[in-house]
């Protein structure tokens, strides 16, 4: 057997690695657009990213979305079992029209994945967005023995011939106007995370109500072939709303304001009960191919999993069905000590010193690349807390145009969660930087930092209030 089939699967390429967190933290090339703009077709910037932050919040804008999220469409009459079975979310209500979070945990309660479910009519369901996730529920659909049929539609660079839908999201204070002028029929009202069929220039096409922002955003979705026409419709009719393009820098930035914490590290590489699923992933899956970085390090890749709780998603968690994970969080429920997410708001001196060390005599610290400072898949900043006590881990950092701050979304413990509380950001890699192409030499810096809330931005608190 020579090398090249050793590292068919995940578990051949880890048994091959003598520590498989270093060759995350040191070997890989992100799978991820975000992380790798050539990627995608889409620009980084229309225009210029800090106006495109701007219109959500002030007027609209559309993003493209239709390249860089992985799909599965499943069809048959366990679909409905499956998801619910794998899902930590309540399926109670859940009906065709629907869409909601959809969560999936490994045995221990850890985090494997998340994407976005649409319900279709009976029988019939489209996964949108979240890799892991997706993976997870393919592999138990061919290895549970149930009566369910799928397809997938990969990212545009995995796939260049997957062209099954267009994919626009459009959101700000005047995302409503435009959609109610494009679309030609009366829609009803759409409630939030429910969607419903719409014409536009002729075309059927699916909305959700659905939005990063705080406003009546929208995700419109239909067959690739009318992307153009449909495009080019919602810009004519958003010409008098001062309607942006979004780029793909834009895109991802939104995270910052919005809490939304992606793509952490599946928690799929060291229990017991998932050697069979490692050996079932290639070698050029998504899981085989994180990307780890930031100023935290673990031999242990255990210390890089995180609970639903440590997302702040305790109230999406339903006990009222049996699901993969359950009495393992249903022990987490109860512990008072457990770990919640927050925004940190960095210190704007600090901010100015990491910039100033780019022209200066002393050392250059790690560079802010703005509007996305997160240079790798799995970013995991040390968060420490006056005291210099490890207290938690920021991952996704960024800046905000419409808040005028560099944020930065952490999971750190509870008891340093309260909004004020004063925290550290151990900034950069050790040792001047990992051998990742992206890092270049530097010398880590402790930047200060106050807590916030999660989401950051006001408009997205109000948003998530009223749709619960």
Same mark, same amino acid.
């Given at each position: 057997?020579?090398?090249?089939?050793?590292?068919?699967? $995940?578990?051949?390429?880890?048994?091959?690695?003598?520590?498989?967190?270093?060759?995350?933290?040191?070997?890989?090339?992100?799978?991820?657009?975000?992380?790798?703009?050539?990627?995608?077709?889409?620009?980084?910037?229309?225009?210029?990213?800090?106006?495109?932050?701007?219109?959500?919040?002030?007027?609209?804008?559309?993003?493209?979305?239709? &390249?860089?999220?992985?799909?599965?469409?499943?069809?048959?009459?366990?679909?409905?079992?499956?998801?619910?079975?794998?899902?930590?979310?309540?399926?109670?209500?859940? #009906?065709?029209? /629907?869409?909601?979070?959809?969560?999936?945990?490994?045995?221990?309660?850890?985090?494997?994945?998340?994407?976005?479910?649409?319900? &279709?009519?009976?029988?019939?369901?489209?996964?949108?967005?979240?890799?892991?996730?997706?993976?997870?529920?393919?592999?138990?659909?061919?290895?549970?023995?149930?009566?369910?049929?799928?397809?997938?539609?990969?990212?545009?660079?995995?796939?260049?011939?997957?062209?099954?839908?267009?994919?626009?999201?459009?959101?700000?204070?005047?995302?409503?106007?435009?959609?109610?002028?494009?679309?030609?029929?009366?829609? =009803?009202?759409?409630?939030?995370?429910?969607?419903? #069929?719409?014409?536009?220039?002729?075309?059927?096409?699916?909305? $959700?109500?659905?939005?990063?922002?705080?406003?009546?955003?929208?995700?419109?979705?239909?067959?690739?072939?009318?992307?153009?026409?449909?495009?080019?419709?919602?810009?004519?009719?958003?010409?008098?709303?001062?309607?942006?393009?979004?780029? %793909?820098? %834009?895109?991802?930035?939104?995270?910052?304001?919005?809490?939304?914490?992606?793509?952490? $590290?599946?928690?799929?590489? %060291?229990?017991?009960?998932?050697?069979?699923?490692?050996?079932?992933?290639?070698?050029?899956?998504?899981?085989?191919?994180?990307?780890?970085?930031?100023?935290?390090?673990?031999?242990?890749?255990? !210390?890089?999993?995180?609970?639903?709780?440590?997302?702040?998603?305790?109230?999406?968690?339903?006990?009222?069905? !049996? @699901?993969?994970?359950?009495?393992?969080?249903?022990?987490?429920?109860?512990?008072?000590?457990?770990?919640?997410?927050?925004?940190?708001?960095?210190?704007?001196?600090?901010?100015? %010193?990491?910039?100033?060390?780019?022209?200066?005599?002393?050392?250059?610290?790690? &560079?802010?690349?703005?509007?996305?400072?997160?240079?790798?898949?799995?970013?995991?900043?040390?968060?420490?807390?006056?005291?210099?006590? $490890?207290?938690?881990?920021?991952? @996704?950092?960024?800046?905000?145009?419409?808040?005028?701050?560099?944020?930065?979304?952490?999971?750190?413990?509870?008891?340093?969660?309260?909004?004020?509380?004063?925290?550290?950001?151990?900034?950069?890699?050790?040792?001047?930087?990992?051998?990742? =192409?992206?890092?270049?030499?530097?010398?880590?810096?402790?930047?200060?930092?106050?807590?916030?809330?999660?989401?950051?931005?006001?408009?997205?608190?109000?948003? /998530? #209030?009223?749709?619960?």
């Amino acid at each position: 057997m020579n090398s090249t089939e050793r590292l068919m699967t $995940l578990q051949n390429l880890m048994d091959s690695k003598e520590n498989i967190a270093d060759y995350f933290y040191h070997e890989t090339l992100a799978p991820h657009v975000k992380d790798r703009g050539g990627l995608t077709p889409v620009p980084t910037e229309f225009t210029n990213w800090f106006e495109e932050q701007r219109a959500w919040r002030e007027s609209a804008i559309l993003f493209d979305q239709s &390249h860089h999220m992985p799909e599965l469409f499943l069809k048959g009459p366990d679909a409905f079992s499956l998801l619910n079975y794998i899902g930590i979310n309540s399926f109670e209500n859940f #009906r065709p029209g /629907k869409a909601k979070q959809f969560v999936g945990c490994n045995h221990q309660g850890q985090i494997i994945g998340e994407c976005v479910v649409y319900y &279709h009519e009976d029988e019939s369901f489209e996964l949108i967005s979240g890799m892991h996730l997706l993976n997870w529920v393919q592999y138990n659909i061919e290895t549970g023995g149930y009566d369910v049929t799928f397809e997938r539609d990969q990212p545009t660079y995995m796939n260049p011939n997957g062209r099954r839908k267009f994919r626009f999201g459009m959101d700000g204070p005047n995302a409503e106007k435009i959609f109610r002028e494009v679309i030609e029929e009366d829609v =009803p009202e759409i409630p939030f995370f429910n969607f419903a #069929r719409a014409k536009i220039a002729g075309i059927d096409v699916h909305a $959700l109500r659905h939005g990063m922002a705080g406003h009546k955003g929208v995700e419109l979705s239909g067959p690739y072939e009318h992307m153009e026409t449909v495009r080019a419709a919602i810009l004519k009719a958003g010409e008098k709303y001062a309607l942006r393009r979004g780029g %793909t820098a %834009t895109y991802f930035s939104a995270i910052a304001e919005s809490g939304w914490m992606p793509y952490p $590290l599946p928690a799929i590489y %060291t229990s017991e009960e998932l050697s069979r699923y490692r050996e079932w992933l290639p070698a050029s899956s998504w899981e085989a191919n994180s990307q780890l970085g930031g100023s935290f390090y673990s031999d242990n890749l255990e !210390d890089y999993y995180v609970t639903p709780y440590d997302m702040g998603y305790d109230r999406i968690i339903k006990f009222d069905h !049996d @699901f993969i994970g359950r009495a393992a969080l249903e022990r987490l429920s109860g512990n008072p000590s457990r770990r919640t997410n927050v925004t940190l708001v960095w210190n704007k001196d600090d901010v100015a %010193t990491i910039f100033a060390s780019l022209v200066g005599t002393g050392p250059v610290f790690k &560079h802010l690349k703005l509007p996305m400072a997160s240079y790798s898949f799995q970013q995991n900043d040390e968060v420490r807390n006056l005291k210099g006590e $490890l207290v938690g881990l920021s991952n @996704f950092c960024g800046y905000s145009a419409n808040e005028k701050e560099v944020l930065s979304l952490a999971i750190i413990d509870i008891e340093h969660a309260p909004p004020g509380t004063e925290v550290s950001v151990l900034w950069g890699e050790s040792n001047g930087g990992s051998r990742k =192409p992206q890092v270049e030499p530097h010398t880590q810096m402790h930047v200060r930092a106050i807590v916030a809330p999660a989401p950051y931005a006001k408009s997205v608190q109000a948003m /998530k #209030r009223s749709s619960l």
